[in-house]
């Protein structure tokens, strides 16, 4: 059976959403990263709902909320 993708956090920019996937590849953890700008309406969803989000199977979550917390304190990435 496939395990259940789930949405793990809302990414706050690009820059954000960059590294977690260099990071994310890095440790071989599947995971697919998604944008709310919508080209039709020139991104004006986007402040409500973040830059985008991050989605993996649900076994990663703590791993994957773990790396984006050091991305987001600036503490660079441990291996």
């Known amino acids: 059976a496939m395990e259940e993708i789930v949405k793990i956090?809302?990414?706050?920019?690009?820059?954000?959403?960059?590294l977690l996937?260099?990071?994310?590849?890095?440790r071989n953890i599947p995971h697919f990263?998604?944008?709310?700008?919508d080209a039709a309406y020139d991104g004006i969803f986007q402040?409500?709902?973040g830059w985008g989000f991050v989605e993996t199977p649900a076994s990663y979550k703590s791993?994957?909320?773990?790396?984006?917390?050091?991305i987001r304190k600036g503490d660079g990435i441990e291996k």
């Open 9 to 18: 956090a809302t990414l706050e920019n690009e820059i954000e959403a960059k």
């Open 21 to 26: 996937d260099i990071v994310l590849v890095e």
């Open 33 to 37: 990263i998604g944008t709310y700008h």
């Open 47 to 49: 402040p409500q709902k």
């Open 63 to 70: 791993q994957v909320l773990e790396i984006l917390s050091d």
